[in-house]
């Protein structure tokens, strides 16, 4: 494997956010919102898989309150009295998936700064990415918006991954060119939405992590 640092024309790199900068447990909240409820996890999956609202809150169809209210209203179908769940409680339990942030990822995104043009593209939530830029202060790190030139969110451009517009949008509002252009994701789908708009993609997985393909 050899690092993507080496392509030729090499101008411009985007990251993804969960599992390429933070790590993450997709499974986490879902147990966590199960022990709330005293449901199943079984339970708590098969209602989000039925009711899937997370494609609209990540594409900004629907706002926080909108969301929680969601889950309340879901988990008020098993029995579950949620209507007194404050939205500290749902927001803890939503970014479980969050998991310890490793400081050197960060520290070797800041030393290419100023090498080249770096941007952050995410499918994502606002809670998620409030609790990411708390994660960050607390660190005494930069935040998101200081960290690279510009950052994309699904929940803001309306667009999601894997689908080729959303990577279009990124190229004509930063004025990128593709083949100057490397993309870094943990999921293959992303990927390969990313590779059909002329992006240099590479595919991040573990136990590999940036540093290697940024070494």
């Known amino acids: 494997m050899s690092s993507i640092l080496t392509q030729p024309n090499l101008r411009n790199i985007i990251f993804d956010l969960g599992d390429v900068i933070i790590p993450i447990d997709l499974s986490a909240p879902i147990r966590n919102f199960a022990m709330l409820a005293n449901l199943s996890e079984e339970e708590v999956t098969t209602l989000w898989q039925e009711h899937n609202q997370i494609m609209a809150y990540e594409t900004g169809l629907i706002d926080d309150q909108a969301f929680r209210q969601h889950v309340r209203d879901l988990l008020k179908q098993r029995g579950v009295a949620s209507d007194d769940w404050a939205d500290e409680v749902i927001d803890t339990a939503w970014n479980t998936i969050l998991l310890d942030l490793p400081v050197e990822r960060v520290k070797r995104i800041q030393q290419l700064q100023g090498k080249y043009r770096l941007f952050l593209l995410s499918n994502t939530s606002p ?32 667009l999601a991954k894997p689908a080729p517009e959303i990577y279009t949008y990124v190229l004509q509002e930063a004025g990128l060119e593709a083949d100057e252009t490397a993309f870094l994701d943990d999921n293959y789908a992303n990927i390969q939405g990313a590779l059909s708009v002329g992006i240099h993609a590479t595919h991040v997985q573990k136990p590999l992590t940036i540093l290697d393909y940024l070494a």
């Open 127 to 158: 809670i998620h990415i409030q609790r990411v830029n708390q994660i960050l202060t607390d660190l005494d790190l930069p935040v998101l918006d200081d960290l690279f030139e510009r950052v994309f969110y699904s929940y803001e451009v309306r």
